[in-house]
């Protein structure tokens, strides 16, 4: 049976292996540091999904606030294991999501996905998401 708790400065471990799967580069310790920080922060979250005492995935939450748009949640990253994949997991963590979002007085759900991520975009259209738009992310290092 699948249990979704928040997660915790312990499951730095498992997180960073789960991180490492999507396809970036932590170690416990920073995800430990970063799971510290984003505790402290209103309008964060971040969920695992546990099978018995394994962690099969996380799905990680902000709020989107801005002037020129009603408050949304997003979602920020959401991985599951490759061996819990297909087995509802990664739906029981959007579900949970949205609850939370919910409970935060929000009303829609965003999330973004890299364009090269097709089972993940079919997992998310066949979870009710609809595409909005393509856009550009450009980032500046300071």
Same mark, same amino acid.
């Given at each position: ?29 920073e995800i430990a540091e970063r799971i510290a920080r984003q505790a402290k922060v209103? &309008?964060? @979250? ?5 099978? @018995? ?18 408050? =949304? ?12 994949? &297909?087995?509802g997991v990664g739906a029981l963590l959007c579900r949970y999501a949205e609850e939370?979002?919910?409970?935060? &007085?929000? =009303? ?5 996905? /890299?364009?090269? /991520? ?9 979870? &009710?998401?609809? /595409? ?11």
């Open positions: 049976m699948i249990t979704i708790r928040p997660v915790s400065e312990d499951d730095a471990t498992e997180v960073a292996r789960l991180t490492g799967e999507l396809g970036y580069s932590a170690t416990p310790t209103p &309008g964060r @979250a971040v969920f695992v999904a546990c099978d @018995a005492e394994q962690i099969a995935g996380y799905i990680d939450l902000s709020t989107e606030m801005h002037l020129h748009v009603a408050p =949304k949640a997003r979602i920020d990253g959401l991985v599951v294991s490759e061996s819990a994949r &297909g087995k939370w979002a919910r409970q935060q &007085g929000l =009303k829609t759900m965003m999330l973004t996905s /890299r364009s090269t /991520r097709e089972r993940a975009h079919a997992f998310y259209e066949r979870d &009710g998401y609809r /595409r909005t738009k393509t856009s550009y992310l450009f980032e500046k290092d300071l």
